[in-house]
């Protein structure tokens, strides 16, 4: 799957697209014809509308007047489980790139 297809599949009004974008997405992560990142970006965004708590923690939002991930599954493991897909940036780093604290509307 393209980065281009995968780019309309995350950001589709349609749930039911998601997840069978995500279900596609699955089985080529593991040929790698799929990027990592891509393919976490999409699991969080499924869970997340889902209303569960995400898995690698790339899903933010504005909270009480400042940007928040979304919850984590367990955020202790959310390096261990970026690295198992082999998503090189870690939880910390991704925080900092959403400016996770940082002043929102």
């Known amino acids: 799957m393209t980065h281009g297809a995968?780019?309309?599949?995350?950001h589709s009004p349609q749930d039911d697209f998601r997840e069978y974008a995500l279900?596609?997405?699955?089985?080529l992560l593991k040929s790698a014809e799929v990027d990592a990142?891509?393919?976490?970006?999409?699991?969080?965004?499924?869970?997340?509308?889902?209303?569960?708590?995400?898995?690698?923690?790339s899903q933010a939002r504005c909270l009480d007047g400042h940007t928040a991930l979304y919850p984590l599954l367990k955020q202790e493991a959310a390096n261990h489980e970026r690295d198992s897909i082999g998503w090189a940036q870690t939880l910390e780093e991704t925080k900092g790139d959403l400016e996770i604290g940082k002043p929102c509307t």
């Open 37 to 57: 990142k891509d393919y976490a970006l999409m699991v969080d965004r499924v869970r997340v509308h889902k209303g569960l708590p995400q898995i690698y923690g």
């Open 6 to 10: 995968w780019l309309i599949a995350q």
């Open 23 to 27: 279900g596609k997405m699955a089985t």
